[in-house]
């Protein structure tokens, strides 16, 4: 096997071979365990030429798959003529060398993987730099295990036997590049931590700005049709492609209900099953858009015959981001083409609101416009407004978002009795705090 370069991991063009371990606790959909693979794999520019799958209660400590079944991938990678093998798990240093030294061939894990796509397609400096965070936190404490240019480096002593931590690369000359690669690292992080501290910054402010807006933010599964409702609803003329991740960096445009009413549309990150935990954290400035979101639009490929598992996987992120108690409408997307409609009827039973849709051909678009009016407004309720004289653009706002009934001068202070949502009361209370609100 050639010396490999572990940051190199680009899998663009080359041919794959696919493994998945299958454990009790695997979360997958047993019938076909791989699809979601292969479709990152393609995703990721690689041509997908064989794949295999091995039940296991856990994970070879040394190879993650069985002996027996290694020599077997070796020897299938050599017929399909393989120049990578990914696997469906993720894996541990040791695990990926005794991997590469049984198969002569470069291995990938789940988290690399995706963490390619990423790379691949960031285009924006902050995707950018979210993107080399992650690789860096999954590099770092990997670093002792991961890079073989460490084991050319160790000549000196080399030994294996009791007392040698690690085996070889761990000691000597090579010890001491663990040491300096490991300090690079670290300030890379610190680097990178800093930066994107300071977008977060500018995001804050962003929505801030934005407060007294009602937003709302598509997310969902990746490729389940985001990009194109956004599209649709907006006129907008965003990237649009059949590939997992198409889609890595926020997009906010307005979306014009009718009436008079517009919100403000975001189009976020997809997910994926077992997303990286690291990846989410540093992409948590681009997925701010959904945690600051007022509704929540959860797209779902109601023609995908994994719809069921895809919507299980995108809540259990949209939870870990802390917004699983968001109001939310469920987009049954695709209806255009969906052949079997029982995974969308499943989806409909669990799901508090949903709506049947096309985002390619725009049917139900104007049942969405309905159903996101009726939220934005919420319960509307008869006030009692007070104000200052002077403050126009407060009594402005007033009478743009509510429906006046009376107006009284008392001195230097305007009194207004309105009706108006608690959506827009809400809004109008936190963003002017000369506000008084007298009677709700």
Not at 108 to 124: K, M, P
Not at 265 to 282: E, K, N, Y
Not at 409 to 431: A, M, P, W
Request: net charge negative; hydrophobic share 40%.
């Amino acid at each position: 096997m050639n010396e490999l370069t572990r940051e190199d991991l680009s899998v663009a063009r080359e041919r794959a071979l696919l493994v998945g371990i299958l454990l009790p606790d695997s979360n997958v959909d047993f019938s076909n365990p791989l699809a979601e693979l292969g479709a990152l794999a393609q995703s990721a520019g690689a041509e997908v030429v064989d794949a295999l799958v091995q039940r296991r209660m856990t994970l070879h400590p040394g190879l993650g798959v069985g002996t027996g079944k290694a020599e077997e991938i070796r020897q299938r990678a050599d017929a399909n003529e393989a120049s990578v093998v990914m696997f469906d798990n993720d894996l541990s240093p040791r695990q990926i060398r005794g991997l590469e030294k049984t198969i002569q061939r470069k291995i990938l894990d789940r988290s690399e993987l995706i963490l390619d796509i990423f790379a691949s397609r960031a285009r924006t400096h902050e995707a950018k730099l979210q993107v080399e965070l992650a690789q860096l936190e999954y590099t770092a404490p990997r670093l002792r295990g991961m890079w073989t240019h460490l084991e050319r480096i160790a000549g000196v002593g080399g030994g294996t036997g009791a007392g040698v931590v690690g085996g070889i690369g761990t000691r000597g000359p090579g010890e001491r590049q663990i040491e300096i690669d490991r300090r690079i690292v670290r300030k890379r992080i610190v680097q990178l931590e800093g930066e994107i501290e300071k977008i977060d910054a500018r995001k804050i402010r962003e929505q801030q700005a934005r407060k007294d807006e009602f937003t709302v933010s598509l997310v969902g599964y990746t490729n389940s049709g985001k990009t194109t409702l956004l599209n649709t609803l907006t006129g907008t003329q965003q990237f649009v492609e059949d590939m997992l991740f198409a889609t890595l960096d926020t997009k906010t445009v307005r979306w014009p209900l009718g009436d008079g009413a517009t919100v403000l549309l975001s189009d976020t990150v997809g997910f994926v099953r077992d997303l990286p935990h690291r990846l989410v954290a540093s992409f948590r400035a681009t997925l701010e858009e959904t945690i600051h979101a007022d509704l929540l639009l959860h797209m779902v490929d109601a023609a995908s015959p994994f719809a069921v598992h895809q919507y299980d996987s995108a809540n259990a992120v949209i939870a870990e981001l802390g917004c699983g108690d968001y109001p939310t409408i469920t987009l049954l997307n695709k209806m255009d083409i969906a052949q079997d409609l029982s995974m969308a009827k499943i989806i409909e039973h669990r799901a508090p609101q949903t709506l049947r849709l096309s985002a390619r051909t725009g049917e139900g678009s104007t049942e969405l416009a309905e159903l996101v009016r009726t939220a934005m407004k919420g319960g509307v309720v008869e006030a009692t407004l007070s104000v200052p004289g002077g403050t126009g653009k407060v009594i402005a706002e007033i009478e743009r978002r509510a429906l006046v009934l009376r107006r009284r001068y008392v001195d230097s202070i305007v009194e207004f009795d309105v009706k108006i949502s608690e959506t827009q009361l809400s809004q109008l209370s936190g963003r002017y705090p000369e506000l008084k609100l007298l009677n709700p």
